[in-house]
């Protein structure tokens, strides 16, 4: 009997042991994943994007997905097409953003490199494109592309069926920048549990 029951605790120890181990390392590696995963969607610059998000109503997930997609949150960056800043705003972009705001010559071109600017005429940026197209995807469209662009898109049957959601994006470039965007959009929500 004594046999059996030492026999037992053994068992009943290596059990446990192994339960901890597993459990210990489950932890661990959900640890290790939300480290990697914060450090690849950071939410730097959060005083501006809350600011900015509650300013004009937009959802602090898409300004960080915007950001992560556009400049992976480089405020010095410029693309090659003269886009500068956080999110990669041209000087047109600026000008009209500024005229729109009644703000015409408040700031410069230089002041994109400045996070508070950027992200606050960005976000801006944001809103005029909603007054023009309610869905998301085209919206990321248009900031991408531009409005012209995917105002023709709309119209054209091809790409729209109902002139306010595109079921295809002729420009594979755009097409990977909505995706990319919501799939950051997505992960900021996940990690961050932010609208």
């Not at 990669?88 to 994109?112: C, I, M, P, V």
Request: with cysteine.
């Amino acid at each position: 009997m004594a046999k059996i029951i030492r026999k037992f605790c053994t068992v009943l120890w290596i059990t446990v042991v192994t339960a901890l181990i597993l459990l210990l390392g489950t932890l661990l590696l959900n640890y290790g994943y939300k480290r990697y995963y914060s450090a690849v969607y950071p939410m730097q610059f959060a005083e501006e994007v809350t600011a900015a998000s509650e300013q004009f109503g937009v959802e602090p997930s898409l300004i960080y997905a915007i950001i992560h997609t556009e400049s992976s949150f480089q405020p010095q960056v410029t693309s090659s097409a003269g886009a500068k800043g956080l999110m990669q705003l041209t000087d047109s972009t600026l000008e009209w953003a500024l005229n729109r705001a009644g703000e015409h010559g408040k700031y410069t071109a230089e002041d994109l490199y400045n996070p508070q600017v950027n992200i606050h005429y960005g976000v801006y940026v944001i809103t005029l494109l909603r007054e023009q197209f309610e869905n998301t995807e085209t919206l990321l469209a248009s900031y991408n592309a531009g409005i012209g662009r995917v105002g023709e898109w709309l119209k054209n049957p091809a790409y729209s069926a109902d002139g306010v959601r595109l079921h295809t994006i002729p420009y594979p470039e755009t097409a990977e920048y909505v995706q990319r965007v919501q799939n950051a959009r997505k992960q900021y929500q996940e990690l961050y549990n932010i609208p």
